[in-house]
């Protein structure tokens, strides 16, 4: 069975977030992966849906 690409990435901010010795961050995941931003939190919204209605709240 093939995973989908969200799984991968759920496992991949897990483990960010077990292994941060400070507070973890969308923008400092971005940093460590060398990728933009952008394409974290697009990410987190898509893993995790109620990421998104929280940042649509705040």
């Not at 483990?15 to 940093?31: C, E, F, K, R, W």
């Not at 931003?37 to 209605?53: E, Q």
Request: net charge positive; glycine share 2%.
């Amino acid at each position: 069975m093939r995973r989908k690409k969200t799984d991968n990435f759920v496992d991949l901010y897990t483990n960010y977030l077990i292994s941060s010795s400070s507070y973890p961050t969308a923008t400092g995941m971005a940093s460590l992966l060398s990728i933009k931003h952008d394409k974290t939190t697009r990410a987190l919204s898509t893993a995790f849906p109620p990421f998104n209605n929280l940042t649509q709240q705040i």
